[in-house]
């Protein structure tokens, strides 16, 4: 194939991109020049903290559906976040991304209490929430409680892959909703989605950058779909780590000035996966702040990396890997270029 720019791509040229391994070096090298006229070689850090793995929902990829009796829950309550984020205010940390369940025993005020503390002490600092679904008025709050950011994958734009991995009492059109609100309140805002999710397929992955073309999101967050074995899909077989470095390449072509991370995912399931993802134009690392005792409880999906004795060295391992891969951790609060986008 010849390479076109990225604004003329169709969707039979992505599904043929997004198929095959035999684009993966050539997409990388432009995503990582197109990632290094922006952002040059920096890569931003965010502390992330999953405060608690208490959720309504029951997806049925995910390790802390609320179906599952299996794990032990746990939630962190307001002293022990504020000093997730002074400790992450000493190891440089000017983003905390407060990551969770859909826990409804945090209120509106409870969530508000904890960001303006945080922000009272850290005013240099951006704020991430990644909460799940909410209304309006309660985003609001959050906002003007001093948020500044907030990650809400649509998990798939294909309504009846939604229902194949959701239950019918969650709602394909809210989620989509939501992050149209969180935009219009001001959030810089971050959707995304697994690659190879049970029942995906490449058309749908399609649907996905093309539902994006239409949010016009400041961060996209992709990782792979890993099984968990106390869910209903723990037979299904895990996503494509190739597939998924070539959709963080694809993301950073379609979407220059994005924010894209290298996930914990795509670590898990390489161990080369976070600096290979920088190195298709990832941007972005979210090490795990959380307290070490609670690491292994967020399960998300199986043998999830940085949740043994090692954790506490998160930070620093990652330095060393990073600048190994000819990248360079900045401590900044590493918001979205709003100047110059295009798609
Ligand atoms: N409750 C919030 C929400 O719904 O956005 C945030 C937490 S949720 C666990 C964060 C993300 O984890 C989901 O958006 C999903 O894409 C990802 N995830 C869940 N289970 C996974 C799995 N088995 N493999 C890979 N990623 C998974
Ligand atoms: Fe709620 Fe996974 S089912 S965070």
Sequence with gaps: MNFIKAEEFTDSTLVELISDDKY??????????VRKA??????????????????????YYCGIRRSNKNIERYRLDFDELIMCAKIGYKLGYRTFVLQGGEDMAYKDDDICRIVEEIKKIHSDCAITLSLGERSKNSYRAFYNAGADRY?????????????????????????????????????????GFMVGSPYQEDEDLVKDLRFLQELEPDMVGIGPYI???????????????????????????????CLIPATTALGTINPFGREEGLRAGANVLMPNLSPTSYRELYSLYD?????????????????????????????????????????
């Design 227 to 257: 099984s968990q074995h106390d869910t209903p899909f723990k037979d299904m077989e895990n996503g494509s780590y190739k597939k998924t470095l070539r959709l963080v390449s694809i993301l950073r072509l379609m979407f220059p000035y």
């Design 24 to 33: 993966n070096e050539e997409l990388a090298k432009r995503a990582d020049k």
């Design 38 to 59: 922006i952002y040059g070689s920096d890569v931003y850090v965010r502390g992330l903290i999953e405060f608690s793995n208490y959720c309504k929902n029951d997806c």
């Design 303 to 343: 043998n999830k990396i940085c949740t043994g004795d090692e954790a506490a060295e998160c930070r620093s391992c990652l330095e060393l890997r990073v600048k190994k891969a000819g990248y360079n951790i900045v401590t900044a609060r590493g918001d979205v270029s709003k100047t110059k986008r295009f798609y």
């Design 151 to 191: 990650l809400l994958r649509e998990e798939t734009s294909n309504r009846q892959h939604y229902y194949k991995i959701h239950p019918s009492e969650m709602s394909f059109e809210n989620r989509r909703q939501c992050l149209f609100d969180l935009k219009e309140i001001g959030f810089q805002v971050g959707g």
